[in-house]
């Protein structure tokens, strides 16, 4: 360096752009650097703070480059770079550096082996085609794209490389719960659309496909839905019309205004409800079989079509807005976090098959508390379950195991003094007597659900069917129905020792 700067009768170098911290380089290059220069630092490790280049030369100016900063804390300033830097490469003037690509993760040791022999001359890039089969160009179209699912889905595709999506809901608000998500979305340099759209009502869509122009939609996410919970014989024609009118007849405008590609892959958001059912959503889980029975039908010809079972997301979501997981938990049912969700999400999509449940079951606590008999689709989880043997605790164990070896008249007496407290702390009512009919004291549909669940968990091994309190309505009727049952557990040899 010295014997060029000599040899062009140069003083010095006015810039040093640095790269290289180790040893005394930084020194060695600012001892080259001429009065009133500039020091630019791209280097990460080693490198010196400002306190330290204003000591040793307080004539120059320093200034740390670093652009993955500058992304997050300027990102304007970085979005004008980059634009000015692709106008130059479009026009020709700038050349990308040599590249050699491998197709696919599973190429990854071939590509470090290949980076191992310094084969490469620029860069070797693995590349991953989006797991979201929606590519960059086409347009992902998120019906209830605005509620919390609808918003972390968003995310979820962003990530995985789509630029372009329009999200529909009829209030155009995002959901509360996924406010951290939105913003992270709105910060996307994508080309994303928020449609005041309600896909039940036809002249909606049909106006939603005037604002889209010319536009097809490459991927089509379903998760417009609405609760509109009630026990079965409170549920009336409105009830089952709000369930069905975002689900199905948002599914059947969208589908029939909309120019959405032939193959393009349409996700369906359906719910364990249409699997197992689910007590007080007779109307929801009814509008989610229709989800599943067209997934396989779609399919079938040649339109890909996937119908999700989804059981209770744990972070975001309808689940957590109405309170329903600790519930869930009582009867077996464990919930999605979201990582896990989007996992899940994009192994459907990538393998063939049309319907699919995901929620996570502790298949013992949840058969003998949902059914009062394994219906005939769960009998091989049962098998399973015989198969892996009484888990710790299970199948009248613990307190259940004590009272069944008590003698029927002591068994019933404590049966029945456990059932009322529990009884007494759901109506909120100390005095409420052993012979009043629960559901004429204070507990309704959904609080009798969630008493059953308690007593399912207190006197494990007992069969408690969903009517349980319809059918038992008292705490004594409830007593004598659990303790009898509990008598038919009870060790042989009767009393523990
Ligand atoms: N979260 C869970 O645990 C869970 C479990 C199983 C299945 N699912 C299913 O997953 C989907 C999304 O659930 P989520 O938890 O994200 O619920 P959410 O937060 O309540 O979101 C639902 C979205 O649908 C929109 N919507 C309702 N009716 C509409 C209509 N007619 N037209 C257009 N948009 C409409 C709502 O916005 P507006 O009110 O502004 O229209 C809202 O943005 C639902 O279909 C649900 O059944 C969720």
Known sequence: MRTFLKDSGADGVDVVLNSLSHDDYIPRSLALLVKGGRFMEIGKRGIWSHEQMAEARPDVMYEKIAADTMMEKEPWRYNA??????????????????????????????????????????????????????????????????????????????????????????????????????????????????????????????????????????????????????????????????????????????????????????????????????????????????????????????????????????????????NTLSRAKAMGVGALNTATGMGVMSSVLFAGEALVGAVPVRWAKYLRSAYPETPRFLEDMEAEVRKAGPAPGAGGGGGAMELASLPPEERLEAVRAGIREMAREVVDDGSLATDSPLLESGMDSLSGVEFRNRLVTEFEGVRMPNSLIFDHPTVNELAAFISGQLGDVAPAGGAVP
């Open 81 to 322: 770079y980059l634009k000015r830097l692709l106008g130059r490469a479009e026009a020709g003037g700038l050349q990308p550096i040599n590249c050699h690509l491998f197709d696919g993760l599973e190429k990854g040791v071939s590509a470090l082996q290949f980076l191992q022999r310094a084969n490469n001359i620029g860069k070797v890039v693995i590349s991953q085609p989006s797991r979201m089969l929606c590519g960059p160009k086409d347009l992902a179209m998120l019906s209830g794209g605005m509620g919390a699912l609808g918003i972390v889905t968003a995310q979820y595709l962003v990530e995985e490389g789509c630029k372009s999506m329009a999200l529909l809901s009829r209030s155009g608000k995002p959901s509360a719960d996924a406010m951290a998500h939105w913003d992270w979305l709105k910060a996307c340099a994508i080309d994303m659309k928020v449609e005041k759209c309600d896909v039940s009502e036809e002249s909606s869509v049909v106006a939603l496909r005037g604002a889209l122009g010319d536009r097809r939609v490459g991927c089509l996410l379903h998760l417009a839905g609405v609760l509109a919970d009630g026990m079965l014989p409170a549920l009336s024609r409105e009830h089952f019309e709000k369930s069905y009118a975002p689900k199905v007849h948002g599914l059947y405008h969208m589908c029939k205004h909309l120019e959405i590609a032939e193959d393009a892959v349409r996700l369906l958001f359906s719910s364990t409800s249409a699997l197992f059912g689910s007590p007080g959503q007779a109307n929801y889980s009814a509008s989610n079989s229709v989800l599943d029975a067209l997934a396989p039908a779609w399919s079938a010809r040649g339109r890909p079509t996937r119908s999700v079972q989804w059981g209770p997301w744990a972070e975001v979501g309808m689940a957590v807005q109405k």
